[in-house]
Every structure is written in C-alpha cells, then in structure tokens.
C-alpha cells in the first residue's frame, strides 16, 4: 500500500482514535507491513532505504491526517537510527529487521521528572552485576509506551550517560498509561518505571559515556526531522481546511471568503506553510549529502515547521469559529497537537539558543 493510499484509508479515523485515546494494533501492522516503520533504514535490514526527502514527505503524509501515525514513524526511527550508527554488527543483526517490521514497537526512554530540555540531569541508574547490568529509574512521557516492545533507556553508568535496550517484558519494568493530555492523545504515551530490571551486557548501545551525546544525539536529531516534516503536513491540512471552510461558508448573504480580513488571514497561513516546507526541504538536501550543518538545519527545520502549525492550526480553528471548537473537528485536534510539537524533541527556547549560537559562529 503505498502512503496516499494508505492515508486517504484512515483519515476519517483518526478523530476516533484521538477520542480513544489509542492507535488499533491493526493500523500499526498495516503500517509495519506498508514499509513505513524505519523507512530509511538499509534494505538490507528490512527497511526501504528512503532518502530524507523520501522519509520527510512520508512524515508529512502520516501528519496531515494523525500525528500519532507520524510519531509511531518517528519512534521507530529514532531508535532504529541509533542502533543503526552506533550499535555493533550484532546488534543491528538482532534488532533492525524487526524493528523494521514493527516486532517489537519501541519506545525511547529519555525524559524524566528532573530531566527534560536536560538529559543530562538524568537519574536512572545502571549498576553492574552479575552476567550484565540492572536498571533503576522512572521514565515520563514514553511515546508509545503502552505497547512497546522494547525500550531505548537513556542511563548512568558510574557518573557516564550510557544507552541500553530494555525489553519490556522483563521483570520489574513497570508500564503505567497517561490519558488525557493535551496532544497526541493516540500516541498511547506512558510513564515507565524499571525496579532493579537485569539487562544483559550485550544490550549496552556504544561505550559508557556516549550514551547522551552520541546515541541518544542521533535519536533526536532523526525525531526531530520527522516531527518536523509532520508539522509541515499539519500545517498544510490545516490550509486546505481553512480555505476550504471559508469558500463554503456563508454569513449574512457573504461569503468567509469575501472578507478581506480572512483572505489576509489564508495568505499568512500560505505564506507560513510554505516556509516550513522550503526549511525542511532544505534540511533533507543537506542530511542526504551529511554537510557538516545538517544537525543545525534540522533544528531550524523543526524550529520553523512546529511554529507554523501552531499558528495555521489556530487560524484554522478561528475561521471554523465554534464549528473549530467542537469535539470531532480535525482543526481542533491540530490545534492541540501543533502546540505539543513546540515543545517534543526540542523546545522552541532551546532551538532559539543552538540558532542563536549558529548565527555568531557563521558572522565570525
């Protein structure tokens, strides 16, 4: 099945699923099976070796119609990514043709209460024992957790960030779901917590003092561009809605669309949805050719993009007026979606900082 396809099948399900508060396991195997899971990864590992500019407008199909399809992609990328740069031969060997097939879900386990913008804060501890290690800690906000499989555990190692594979089904990790946040409702989020869990000496990704830097470096530059490429998909369904709406909708005898206000209105949004995709764009060209600024185009990509569908999503919601507010309206979802995006792999005050920091190394 190839995305269109694929996307034009589920749209008018995904308000259901964000109401449910779960993505159907069946939509997931669809998903698994269509290729869209690790996307970009070898051939010769399961994946379909996309290029960026493949893997973005796949992300920005998924994310034009449910941002909880877009971040099933994502996840598995970020970790399917990591262990594809960082892992060793036996351990992409054992771990990508699966997470290809979305066997197992994964789940990357970074964020704690102390440790948010700061992975560096993080507390989880892996303390050596006998045949490997053992895990204490609690992870928050775990995408996908509900159903995953296997873990990516952002963790200390004797005072060095280290990266391990836990899976899910092992004794004393602990899934409790989280319901009712303000975005990505079917994301299937949940806290994590790992009481004392054994974890075999071969599931360790990269030496002891790699794990933030490096290892979970790559997860996140990899979400970062994909949520990005899924906020320019909203941002464009966001569009089409507004536009849409405003043609059609008729008050006094007028159409939305004879208002000068609301036609200036739809060319900000045109204007802002534009930009987004031209950044991201921009950012795949670079990342395909690995230019040594790609890490910082990605940043401003997902910076740029996650702005934009803030603010077409909340015109979209002003055009629809109350018919925007309702329960079931897409725009609606949007709305609370884009918001989240701002914040999710890199809010916009720390992208702000790395730009700003990239804007004086480029004036000197």
Known sequence: MDTASFCDSVRDEAGGWDRAGTLPAEVVTTMAGAGFLSADLPVRYGGTAR?????????????????ALRALATVQGMVAAAVLRWGTPEQRDRWLPGLARGEPVAGFAATEAG???DLSAVTSALE?????????????????????????VLAMLDGQPVAVLVEADRPGVEVCPVG???????????????????????????????????????????????????CVGMAETCLGLAAGHAARRTQGGVRLSGHQAVRALLGRCLAEAGAARRACAHAAAVRDFAEPDAVVQTVLAKYTAA???SAVSEAAVQIHGAAGCAADSPVGRFFRDARVMRIIEGSDEVAEQHLGDYALRRRT
């Open 180 to 230: 009712g946040q303000l975005g990505l409702r079917a994301a299937g989020l949940a806290d994590v917590r790992f009481d004392g869990v054994p974890v075999p000496a071969e599931n360790l990704l990269a030496p002891p003092g790699f794990g933030l830097s490096h290892v979970t470096g790559t997860a996140l530059d990899h979400g970062r561009y994909t949520v990005a490429w899924g």
């Open 115 to 117: 440790a948010g913008s």
């Open 307 to 309: 702005r934009a569908a």
């Open 128 to 152: 050596v024992a006998p045949g490997g290690f053992r895990l204490r800690g609690q992870k928050l906000w775990v995408t996908f957790g509900q159903c995953a499989g296997v873990f990516l």
């Open 51 to 67: 290029t960026q500019a493949e893997l973005g407008e796949l992300c920005a199909r998924l994310g034009g119609v449910c941002s």
